[in-house]
Structure formats: structure tokens, C-alpha cells
């Protein structure tokens, strides 16, 4: 760059440009490096040494942090650890009550049954030493029978129900819960088949070796059926005792059949019959004893003192004379 000719005045921009190349670092830049450079520097350089807090002050926070972070998860695992404790102690106490329960229930069932057996032994020997007795007997053995509380065997039928099977193209996940339930066995169906046995001539039924008597329930509790308030489990077999020529014919031609065997047809209910020789059916549950009145003969009548042997006791004469 020339310089430019004497008394002549510089232009605008070539001053600017001067001051450009004079000042190449702006004011401000240049303190804060000084100030950087003195922090930097030592003792030994004459300037101050920062603290040890200032120094380790990140170290510290994220020291602290872990440790917080550690307290809390030792809480939160000492609660959970002592939560899991305490209800593993209440499901082991609860587990150990029902095993006692169900033991007691046991020795009560097992007394109970003994000494049913020893009260019909007792009737038995105490009915058989008269004539009236064993007339007694007869009557009741048939009405024993007819509630069910006594074991029978003999031919008769056989009736298979069960759940509908799934489809080989079933979609447990988008399945259709009506359909699914639809082919689900329920309590109606079972009262349906019981109630055409009967119809059809059957002399005893069972469920699932459940005898059937007069006051014998078949109820839906929640997914479960129960009969005589015992639970069964599918497949449901149905067992009547009668002729099975005739109970066959009979059950067919019900009503009642005919819708289950609809429910086959629409919705793959399982429904399947044969005759059977030799089914046994266990004896069913006892009515309870309410209450009962002992059969004491009358007393005879006392003889009359003033009548002597061979004495005819006359009454009265209560004729009035009209004379």
C-alpha cells in the first residue's frame, strides 16, 4: 500500500483499515484471558490458588447424588423385603388354618360316618326281631332308595357332556368371548339332561359320582358348576340307572334332548350316550334330622278295683219313666 501524497487527506475506508490492522484482538477478549491466565497461575507465580471446594465441587455434587440414590433404593428395598416377609407369613398362617381346618373336617366326616353305621346296624338288629319290624325294614330300604341315600348299581345309560373343543383356526387373543362361552357347558344344560332321565324312567342318577336325590342342587358358581354343593369338573358324566333299551328310547325322544343336542349342533357341545350293564352309583347325602317323635305304645288302662273277676261293668239305666 502507497502512502498517500503530502497534504492530501485519507479516505474514510483507509482509516477503518489502520484501525483494523492496529487493534487485532478486541479489549474485552484480552481481559478475560489476562483474568484466566492469572487463576491459572501458581503461588509461585504470584497468583491466588483456588479452594478445594471450588476445585472438587462436581465431584462432590455427584457423590452426594449417589449416595442419596443409594439411601433411598436401601429404603425402598428394606420396605419391599419386610412387605414380601409379612405377607408371605399371613399366606403360610392362612395355608396352615385350612390344613387344620380341613383336617378337623376330616376326623368330623370320618365320626360322622361311623357312627351312621352304628345306628343302622342298631335299627337293623332292633327292627329284625319282629315281624312289624321287618315290614319297617322294607319300607325303609324302598324309601332310602327313592332319596337317594343308599348305594345302587345295575344297568342303565350313560351321558357324556363336555366343553366344546377349539377350533384349529381359533385366535386365543382376538377370540370371540360369545362364542367361546357359548360353547361352554352350563347348569341348565345339565338340569336339562337330569330332568329327561327322570322323565325317561331313570330309577337313580349321578354327576361325576354327585348322587341325585330329591333335594339335590346343580348350581352355577362363577365358572364352576356344583352339585349337592360339591364341585365337578368337565367332561360331565351323567349315569342313570334303568332298562337301557327303554331309558334310550325314552331320553331320545324328550324335549329336553333335543335342545342339547341342538347346542351340539350349533356350537360343538360335546353330547354322547351309551348303554352301560354295570354302573354303580354311590349313596347320596342324608337329610338332616330336624326333629323327630319316639314311638312309645300307649299305656293300657288300669283296672277298676270295685270289678271283680268275671265282672261286667254295666253302664247305667238313663231311661226316664214317663209314668
Same mark, same amino acid.
Given at each position: 500500500?502507497?502512502?498517500?501524497?503530502?497534504?492530501?487527506?485519507? !479516505?474514510?475506508?483507509?482509516?477503518?483499515?489502520?484501525?483494523?490492522?492496529?487493534?487485532?484482538?478486541?479489549?474485552?477478549?484480552?481481559?478475560?484471558?489476562?483474568?484466566?491466565?492469572?487463576?491459572?497461575?501458581?503461588?509461585?507465580?504470584?497468583?491466588?490458588?483456588?479452594?478445594?471446594?471450588?476445585?472438587?465441587?462436581?465431584?462432590?455434587?455427584?457423590?452426594?447424588?449417589?449416595?442419596?440414590?443409594?439411601?433411598?433404593?436401601?429404603?425402598?428395598?428394606?420396605?419391599?423385603?419386610?412387605?414380601?416377609?409379612?405377607?408371605?407369613?399371613?399366606?403360610?398362617?392362612?395355608?396352615?388354618?385350612?390344613?387344620?381346618? !380341613?383336617?378337623?373336617?376330616?376326623?368330623?366326616?370320618?365320626?360322622?360316618?361311623?357312627?351312621?353305621?352304628?345306628?343302622?346296624?342298631?335299627?337293623?338288629?332292633?327292627?329284625?326281631?319282629?315281624?312289624?319290624?321287618?315290614?319297617?325294614?322294607?319300607?325303609?330300604?324302598?324309601?332310602?332308595?327313592?332319596?337317594?341315600?343308599?348305594?345302587?348299581?345295575?344297568?342303565?345309560?350313560?351321558?357324556?357332556?363336555?366343553?366344546?373343543?377349539?377350533?384349529?383356526?381359533?385366535?386365543?387373543?382376538?377370540?370371540?368371548?360369545?362364542?367361546?362361552?357359548?360353547?361352554?357347558?352350563?347348569?341348565?344344560?345339565?338340569?336339562?339332561?337330569?330332568?329327561?332321565?327322570?322323565?325317561?324312567?331313570?330309577?337313580?342318577?349321578?354327576?361325576?359320582?354327585?348322587?341325585?336325590?330329591?333335594?339335590?342342587?346343580?348350581?352355577?358358581?362363577?365358572?364352576?358348576?356344583?352339585?349337592?354343593?360339591?364341585?365337578?369338573?368337565?367332561?360331565?358324566?351323567?349315569?342313570?340307572?334303568?332298562?337301557?333299551?327303554?331309558?334310550?328310547?325314552?331320553?331320545?325322544?324328550?324335549?329336553?334332548? !333335543?335342545?342339547?343336542?341342538?347346542?351340539?349342533?350349533?356350537?360343538?357341545?360335546?353330547?354322547?350316550?351309551?348303554?352301560?350293564?354295570?354302573?354303580?352309583?354311590?349313596?347320596?347325602?342324608?337329610?338332616?334330622?330336624?326333629?323327630?317323635?319316639?314311638?312309645?305304645?300307649?299305656?293300657?288302662?288300669?283296672?277298676?278295683?270295685?270289678?271283680?273277676?268275671?265282672?261286667?261293668?254295666?253302664?247305667?239305666?238313663?231311661?226316664?219313666?214317663?209314668?
Amino acid at each position: 500500500m502507497s502512502a498517500p501524497a503530502p497534504g492530501r487527506q485519507r !479516505s474514510l475506508g483507509a482509516s477503518l483499515l489502520d484501525q483494523v490492522l492496529a487493534e487485532t484482538l478486541d479489549p474485552a477478549y484480552a481481559q478475560a484471558a489476562a483474568a484466566r491466565t492469572a487463576r491459572a497461575a501458581g503461588p509461585e507465580d504470584g497468583g491466588p490458588r483456588p479452594g478445594w471446594l471450588r476445585r472438587y465441587r462436581g465431584q462432590l455434587l455427584v457423590a452426594l447424588t449417589l449416595l442419596l440414590a443409594g439411601l433411598l433404593a436401601s429404603i425402598t428395598y428394606g420396605e419391599a423385603a419386610a412387605g414380601a416377609q409379612g405377607r408371605d407369613t399371613a399366606r403360610q398362617a392362612l395355608r396352615d388354618d385350612i390344613g387344620e381346618q !380341613s383336617d378337623t373336617a376330616d376326623d368330623l366326616a370320618a365320626q360322622l360316618e361311623e357312627l351312621t353305621a352304628q345306628v343302622t346296624r342298631t335299627r337293623q338288629q332292633a327292627l329284625e326281631a319282629s315281624v312289624v319290624g321287618q315290614r319297617a325294614l322294607e319300607q325303609l330300604a324302598e324309601a332310602g332308595q327313592a332319596a337317594a341315600v343308599v348305594a345302587v348299581s345295575g344297568p342303565g345309560l350313560r351321558v357324556t357332556m363336555d366343553n366344546a373343543p377349539p377350533a384349529a383356526d381359533s385366535d386365543p387373543v382376538g377370540g370371540s368371548e360369545e362364542v367361546a362361552g357359548a360353547g361352554i357347558v352350563q347348569d341348565g344344560d345339565l338340569q336339562l339332561v337330569v330332568n329327561a332321565l327322570w322323565a325317561s324312567g331313570a330309577e337313580a342318577i349321578s354327576i361325576n359320582g354327585q348322587r341325585i336325590g330329591a333335594t339335590t342342587a346343580i348350581r352355577q358358581a362363577g365358572k364352576a358348576i356344583l352339585v349337592d354343593l360339591n364341585p365337578v369338573n368337565t367332561p360331565y358324566e351323567i349315569s342313570a340307572i334303568g332298562d337301557p333299551q327303554d331309558l334310550s328310547n325314552a331320553f331320545l325322544s324328550t324335549p329336553e334332548a !333335543s335342545v342339547v343336542a341342538g347346542l351340539s349342533r350349533d356350537y360343538g357341545l360335546v353330547f354322547e350316550f351309551a348303554r352301560d350293564d354295570d354302573l354303580a352309583l354311590p349313596a347320596g347325602t342324608n337329610a338332616e334330622l330336624r326333629w323327630a317323635t319316639p314311638l312309645v305304645p300307649a299305656p293300657a288302662p288300669a283296672p277298676d278295683p270295685g270289678a271283680g273277676p268275671g265282672n261286667d261293668l254295666v253302664a247305667p239305666d238313663r231311661t226316664i219313666d214317663g209314668g
